[in-house]
């Protein structure tokens, strides 16, 4: 089950991130995050701009509403998103790992 809170517009929720894989997609979610394998190397945040990226275009919001809060050089972060519902991602994470 995909923990997340929703308060101001905005939802946070975790991201375990699996970089260097063959290509960039949801992996399920693991310890109640979700995990993603990004095909980004984790040099010089290729694999933040990557995760941004790729759960903007899942997820339907400009990128510049996403914000990592924490894990920056971790592959556990916390994904701040503004702009998106928590149907909405629940949604999304249901449909990709089906």
Do not use: C, W
Not at 3 to 8: H, S
Not at 54 to 65: E, I, T, Y
Not at 74 to 82: A, I, L
């Amino acid at each position: 089950m995909l923990n997340y809170t929703e308060a101001n517009g905005a939802i946070t929720f975790a991201v375990k991130v699996v970089p260097r894989a063959s290509r960039t997609e949801f992996a399920g979610v693991h310890e109640n995050a979700l995990r993603v394998r990004l095909a980004a190397p984790p040099i010089e945040g290729a694999a933040n701009k990557e995760l941004i990226r790729f759960l903007s275009h899942a997820l339907g919001v400009p990128a510049r509403n996403f914000k990592i809060i924490s894990g920056l050089t971790s592959k556990n972060k916390r994904v701040r998103v503004e702009g998106v519902s928590a149907a909405r991602l629940q949604g999304v994470a249901a449909e990709k790992l089906d």
